[in-house]
T-cell receptor, first 113, second 115 residues
Framework: EAAVTQSPRNKVAVTGGKVTLSCNQT?????MYWYRQDTGHGLRLIHY???????EKGDIPDGYKASRPSQENFSLILELATPSQTSVYFC????????????FGKGTRLTVV | GDSVTQTEGPVTVSESESLIINCTYS????????LFWYVRYPGEGLQLLLK?????QKGSSRGFEATYNKETTSFHLQKASVQESDSAVYYC????????????FGLGTTLQVQP
């Protein structure tokens, strides 16, 4: 069964600190994504990747970096966390065919204090 | 830009009643968007409920159905008789054509089914 695993599931970070959210997929999908979900905004795309070594900016990339060191792993990095980055973050993976299903992890709740 | 608008929640219905969650889209940069309904149960990630990639077609799953209407730019989710286990957050999404797989989501509609 297709699986996307995020870690940690919950994180409390200090303003100005560095935060790394990790994502692993066992689906052998080329594409991976990071979204954040906030009340009143739905899910918004932060960064995505077409494969190992590739990262692309999504709709709201400011304040975030991404890293795709391998097919399976995709990280989201907050170099200097701010309270406005308090949110629920979802990682996802998907194939390249038209209309392909995108599989989501269970989410990471990040609180920046 | 491209966007999705769906019924504002929460929506509360009684078990065995019918349900409709409205979804309309604007796809200014995509000629033939793919349309999806995702569902998020408590404590879980989003999972695909149904998808339709061809205008005029209907998708169905677990008793839910939605028809891709290009004329009205709508993709409403319907179910004839809901169950308490259907309580969840439902997201309508618009997908880009091609191989990016990027999705544009509506705000989500929380459905509460009362026994």
């Amino acid at each position: 069964e297709a699986a996307v695993t995020q870690s940690p599931r919950n994180k409390v970070a200090v303003t100005g600190g560095k935060v790394t959210l990790s994502c692993n997929q066992t689906n052998n999908h080329n594409n991976m994504y990071w979204y954040r979900q906030d009340t009143g905004h739905g899910l918004r795309l932060i960064h995505y990747s077409y494969g190992a070594g590739s990262t692309e900016k999504g709709d709201i990339p400011d304040g975030y970096k991404a890293s795709r060191p391998s097919q399976e792993n995709f990280s989201l990095i907050l170099e200097l966390a701010t309270p406005s980055q308090t949110s629920v973050y979802f990682c996802a993976s998907g194939g390249r065919d038209r209309g392909t299903e995108v599989f989501f992890g269970k989410g990471t709740r990040l609180t920046v204090v | 830009g491209d966007s999705v608008t769906q019924t504002e929640g929460p929506v509360t219905v009684s078990e065995s009643e019918s349900l409709i969650i409205n979804c309309t889209y604007s796809a200014t940069s995509i000629a033939y968007p793919n349309l999806f309904w995702y569902v998020r149960y408590p404590g879980e990630g989003l999972q695909l409920l149904l998808k339709v990639i061809t205008a005029g077609q209907k998708g169905s799953s677990r008793g839910f159905e939605a028809t891709y209407n290009k004329e009205t730019t709508s993709f409403h989710l319907q179910k004839a008789s809901v169950q308490e286990s259907d309580s969840a957050v439902y997201y309508c999404a618009l997908g880009e054509a091609g191989n990016t797989g990027k999705l544009i989501f509506g705000l989500g509609t929380t459905l509460q089914v009362q026994p």
